[in-house]
T-cell receptor, first 113, second 109 residues
Framework: NAGVMQNPRHLVRRRGQEARLRCSPM?????VYWYRQLPEEGLKFMVY????????ESGMPKERFSAEFPKEGPSILRIQQVVRGDSAAYFC???????????FGPGTRLLVL | DAKTTQPTSMDCAEGRAANLPCNHS???????VYWYRQIHSQGPQYIIH???NNETNEMASLIITEDRKSSTLILPHATLRDTAVYYC??????????FGKGTSLLVTP
């Protein structure tokens, strides 16, 4: 996975709680993509961020989901008031530069009880 | 929706070449063909990509037809560890990768 780190690897939440997923891109990379993979499905794009900017959030659900990539620290995908349908694997990907090859992290498996 | 069509599943004997086809008949001139694979539930792994020339790296070869409407990923000597879902993705000028359902490759002993 070329140095892209995600944590936690597994996260269990009860309905109504908040989930925070973190992604640290490869060293020197300032772009992060977030994807979601529902059970038995392919990955779906959610959001693309550069440091301190959201570039494209066309794949993000309109409510309860937000993402940030601060100047310092990892990118965070935040899901408020989780529901069972949020149970999925969430992957982040990091290219060196815009439009270049995306390298994926190991993912966070979210289970909502 | 994905712009590519792949077989749902394929088998390959260990040690033999695995040839995974992909149709992308609506590809436009500036779109690249990318291949990724996902082993079990791990993060997708980049394999190779190309525009119109054939490409080869340490993992695989990519053969793109002259009209660019189809391509084939070749794993020259498949091993059991190559068992995975393989995704062929046409990457346009947008930002995201559009994953379809891919081909589930089973390498058998």
């Amino acid at each position: 996975n070329a140095g892209v780190m995600q944590n936690p690897r597994h996260l269990v939440r009860r309905r109504g709680q908040e989930a925070r997923l973190r992604c640290s891109p490869m060293k020197g990379h300032s772009h992060v993509y977030w994807y979601r993979q529902l059970p038995e499905e392919g990955l779906k794009f959610m959001v693309y961020l550069q440091k301190e900017n959201i570039i494209d959030e066309s794949g993000m659900p309109k409510e309860r989901f937000s993402a940030e990539f601060p100047k310092e620290g990892p990118s965070i995908l935040r899901i408020q008031q989780v529901v069972r349908g949020d149970s999925a694997a969430y992957f982040c990907a990091s290219p060196l530069r815009l439009q270049e090859t995306q390298y994926f992290g190991p993912g966070t498996r979210l289970l909502v009880l | 929706d994905a712009k590519t069509t792949q077989p749902t599943s394929m088998d390959c004997a260990e040690g033999r070449a695995a040839n995974l086809p992909c149709n992308h008949s609506t590809i436009s001139g500036n779109e690249y063909v990318y291949w990724y694979r996902q082993i079990h539930s791990q993060g997708p792994q980049y394999i190779i990509h190309g525009l119109k020339n054939n490409e080869t790296n340490e993992m695989a070869s990519l053969i793109i037809t002259e009209d660019r409407k189809s391509s084939t990923l070749i794993l020259p000597h498949a091993t059991l560890r190559d068992t995975a879902v393989y995704y062929c993705i046409v990457k346009d000028s947008g930002y995201a990768l559009n994953f379809g359902k891919g081909t589930s490759l089973l390498v058998t002993p």
